[in-house]
């Protein structure tokens, strides 16, 4: 009988500090998630000084309870996995130092992961045998990205963000709306209660053929529509009703979906792909979901979300994508660092 492959994952590119044991890539053993996100919320976005020192604190105890649950130690770990790429530098290397010492100290390969194309990969978990070629939509606080996807080591880019991401989006109108961060969460809640006709909010498609998104300007036509273009404007949250909220929130959440969902189509329809893969943070959005089911069932496509749960940053996916890694032999070595870009 072969051994099973039990890899740690570590992910520690935003502001999740996280630690995962997965055997044979869907086996999932343990995964250990410490959010950061009631240290951020009084700034309405992460800052990276504040995530990096999260970061330090919480690490290694998120290591020792991912391995304690796995009821793991060192010995029955084939390989240390990081998220080296993309994110914020000042995050990445807490996880990247931290999985370069275990490597190092254990004896054990090392494995660097793509954290976008890990995202993927969390829409896999429990569906390895898919229809090819995929599209994969990846939405998140930070990147907003489309992939031609044939193997789990090959995703080819086909479209990004060229100014903010869709989750980056989310949360600034949040702001502007007096709403808590994390915004995508806030948000949804605020929609259900309004109308997504209420207010027509610019829907960027970019050229007829285009891959890229663009959500500065809808993120700017809300902020104009509650301030003025002067911006002296007194249609403020303090004046506002609950009800013109939910409305806003409604209207911009809609034409976020729509511009994702027309683009999926448009990637899908170029790529003759079968399947949709959806991941990210914004994949947990219940109208996205929504709309891209509507989408695949009239288009015949299969459509593979990530569960909720594995939609936020997490090391599940990251040491669920190492595994094709390991058996391919890819592996990092010890000057491996981390890249704001990737």
Known sequence: ME???????????????????VADGGIIKSSVVASQSGLHAQYGGVVPEIASRAHIENI?????????????????????????QPGLTVALVVGVTAAKTLSMTWQKPLIA??????????????????ELPAVALIVSGGH?????YHSPLEPKLLGCTIDDAAGEAFDKVAMI?????????????????GNPKAFDFPRTMLDKNSLDF?????????????????????????????????????????AVVDVLVKKTKRAAEQTDAKTILLGGGVAANSLLRAELQKLCDHSNYELLIAEKRYCTDNAV????LAYHKFKAGLFANLSLESKANG
């Open 60 to 84: 290694y105890p998120v290591i020792s309870e991912a391995l304690q649950k796995a009821d793991c130690t060192k010995d029955d770990i084939d390989a240390v996995a990081v998220a080296n």
């Open 177 to 193: 709306l007096g709403l808590p961060y994390p915004g995508g969460p806030s948000i949804e809640k605020a929609a259900k209660d």
């Open 113 to 130: 992961i793509n954290h976008l194309h890990a995202h993927m990969q969390s829409a896999l978990l429990g569906n390895p045998d898919i």
């Open 3 to 21: 051994n099973v492959i039990n890899i740690l994952g570590i992910e520690t590119s935003c502001d999740e500090t996280a630690a995962a044991v």
């Open 214 to 254: 663009s959500f500065s300007g809808i993120k700017t036509a809300v902020l104009y529509h509650c301030r003025g273009q002067d911006m002296k404007g007194d249609n403020t949250t303090g004046s506002m009703s609950k009800q013109q909220i939910a409305d806003i929130a409604a209207s911009f959440q809609k």
């Open 317 to 320: 996916m990251v040491a669920s």
């Open 144 to 148: 907003t990205s489309l992939y031609d």
